[in-house]
């Protein structure tokens, strides 16, 4: 059974850092890309970052610079380092990979950027 669980999220102030795990299981992790997403209350889930099987990246403009997605193959997870955290950060983090044309998502976790 595909699967992606998220941890990581809390309360950090502006300027602070977080870093998202994603524990994947269920598929060869090294042969598929996987994705950070966001959804803010009232907003439409984006796109964050993006690590595909080659270790390229992609990052929406408004992260660029200040997060980083990467992978460890051994521990089958993938990470969201965040840094330099805005109050517009804040939102559910999701961790996504399409396996065989099936969309697998986790259940999200909280990240809240407030002073």
């Known amino acids: 059974q595909v699967q992606v669980v998220e941890s990581g999220g809390g309360l950090v102030q502006p300027g602070g850092s977080l870093n998202l795990p994603c524990a994947a299981s269920?598929?060869?992790?090294?042969?598929?890309?996987l994705g950070w997403y966001r959804q803010a209350p009232g907003k439409e889930r984006e796109l964050v970052a993006r690590?595909?099987?080659?270790?390229?990246?992609t990052y929406a403009d408004s992260v660029k610079g200040r997060f980083t997605i990467s992978r460890h193959k051994t521990k089958n997870t993938v990470y969201l380092q965040m840094n330099s955290l805005k109050p517009e950060d804040t939102a559910v983090y999701f961790c996504?990979?399409?396996?065989?044309?099936?969309?697998?998502w986790g259940r999200g976790t909280q990240v809240t950027v407030s002073s």
């Open positions: 996504h990979v399409r396996v065989l044309q099936r969309d697998c």
């Open positions: 690590i595909i099987t080659n270790g390229m990246t």
């Open positions: 269920g598929f060869t992790f090294s042969s598929y890309a």
